[in-house]
DNA sequence: TCTATTCCCGAGTAAATTACTAAGTAATAA
DNA sequence: TTATTACTTAGTAATTTACTCGGGAATAGA
């Protein structure tokens, strides 16, 4: 797993367009304003996310982009390793090197560790999220930043 | 919170250190061996897990890192934090330029969803890991990589 | 059909980060 | 005293980040 600054900026892409793409696609000029990234850095990353089909565009004048699905259907899992890459940590799996050495046994905790990590934000989708944006619209970002924990375990 | 592959190589290297620094101190050319990693490259990590008292150093022949407290005290967070330099994503908690748009409230579940991961990150420890590594000793990275999922959340 | 708007595409790039080499100094066990 | 280890600093090639620039392709509306 890999978390960046640039899965971050294609999370808050991706959640500002599940924000305000109910009615009528979002235009990458109305994302790069709202959340202060530049236009062509988002057209390399949506170019990411489309080859993923997180999103889909639609060119000429009105056009702009959709989810690519549901927004309950994209986890944030799937958008960071959109723009991100999975990179494979160690490919020592049962390779020989590992006879004796700590080095096998070391990787095979990092995979696990990296793998719960991966279910831990495959679990949280967009709808998540804006769900819990819907709690705190009342409060303008200035009421106290608290209160219930998001759900995001599966039970 | 930033997961990179700096912070893989720091998580790894803490990893070693506790499953090998159960009797006398390791020294960084045994992890750099035993894990790949250029001896230089380690004691620049080892020089920031030092500063936030992560690790111990002795000096001198027979000397090495040990852990700087318990391993169930030192949760995969602070090791990556102390290597991957926690960046203040947005800075507009509360500012006036998130009246009116969708701006601040983006960024602000950003945070939210940042603070999960790190909370998530907190409750692993290295102890974990270890007790992890104890039950797959014996099919020496061979063997099924299944069992039972890390007991990581606090239930 | 023209034009503005949007997505789409690729090349280039300054700045930062990564992972490393090199070349030491400081403490200490033998 | 010497070998061993931690510690420190400087430099650096390769990569990544985040961006600019300059186009092209589709399409709605005039």
């Not at 959709?66 to 958008?79: C, F, M, Q, T, V």
């Not at 989708?125 to 409060?139: H, I, P, Q, W, Y």
Request: charged residues 30%; aromatic residues 6%; neutral net charge.
């Amino acid at each position: 797993m890999r978390l960046s600054t640039k899965g971050r900026y294609a999370v808050t892409a991706m959640l500002d367009l599940a924000l305000n793409g109910q009615d009528g696609p979002v235009t990458l000029s109305e994302i790069s304003e709202n959340q202060g990234i530049s236009l062509s850095y988002l057209e390399q990353l949506f170019a990411a996310l489309r080859a993923r089909k997180l999103v889909r565009g639609v060119r000429g004048p009105g056009g702009g982009y959709y989810l690519g699905r549901p927004a309950d259907e994209i986890s944030i899992a799937d958008i960071i390793c959109a723009v991100d890459e999975w990179v494979e940590f160690t490919r020592c799996r049962g390779k020989e090197d590992c006879r004796g050495g700590q080095r096998c046994l070391t990787h095979s905790l990092w995979d696990d560790l990296s793998r719960q990590i991966y279910e831990f934000l495959t679990d949280i989708t967009l709808a998540d999220l804006v769900a819990r944006g819907k709690d705190k619209e009342s409060d303008h970002c200035h009421g106290k930043k608290e209160s219930a924990t998001l759900k995001t375990r599966a039970a």
